[in-house]
Nanobody, 126 residues
């Protein structure tokens, strides 16, 4: 059964950096065919898409709020997707979820993603 597991969250001061990892398993040799997205949900707010990387890593997308600060990448040999987060702000505080899609291309809608992790907490103090 395909699954993804996030790691790398934590507490950091504003301006600091974190790197989140999303380790995939159970996809066999097909992991490069799956787009992978990062979503986040802050307390009392709706879940929002943060970034996505398409199959083989050829396409990346970012929410306007994180452009220039976050970088998504994937290492298909390790079945892992990373989200490098720099210059973190208190408003980045949220639970971050990794999700793998059955599609090759990225979509913003969470409905296009079938395999979700449990989430990792990111807290940015001011």
């Amino acid at each position: 059964q395909p699954q993804v597991v996030e790691s790398g969250g934590g507490l950091v001061h504003a301006g600091g950096s974190l790197r989140l990892s999303c380790a995939a398993s159970g996809f066999g040799y097909t992991f490069p065919d799956h787009a992978v997205g990062w979503f986040r949900q802050a307390p009392g707010q709706e879940q929002e898409v943060v970034s996505c990387v398409g199959g083989t890593g050829g396409t990346t997308t970012y929410a306007d709020s994180v452009k220039g600060r976050f970088t998504i990448s994937r290492d298909n040999a390790k079945n892992t997707v990373y989200l490098q987060m720099n210059n973190l702000k208190p408003e980045d505080t949220a639970i971050y979820y990794c999700a793998a899609s059955t599609f090759y291309v990225c979509y913003d809608s969470r409905l296009r993603y079938d395999y979700w992790g449990q989430g990792t907490q990111v807290t940015v103090s001011s």
